[in-house]
């Protein structure tokens, strides 16, 4: 849940982003010029789940962004992120 409150905390300084602690999910929105759409948060036991939605063009850069920020916010709990 931290991760989830700390990435959205840092993406809504650009993008519309919010996390919501009392039920652990969050959305962010982005609307750049090659990154658009939407990542919906939420958490299960040792698990963040990430929900990419967006056009074809735009998914990679997405996903990039998302696990940029991830992997540099857990590089000391050797944090992974994988989109499937």
Do not use: M
């Amino acid at each position: 849940a931290r991760y989830g409150k700390q990435l959205a905390s840092h993406f809504s300084a650009k993008i519309d982003a919010h996390w919501d602690p009392e039920t652990e999910t969050g959305r962010c929105v982005f609307e750049r010029e090659n990154t658009r759409g939407t990542l919906d948060l939420s958490v299960e036991p040792n698990i963040l789940l990430l929900n990419v939605e967006a056009d074809p063009e735009s998914i990679e850069s997405v996903e990039h962004a998302v696990a940029r920020h991830l992997v540099a916010f857990g590089k000391k709990d050797d944090l992974q992120v994988e989109f499937t």
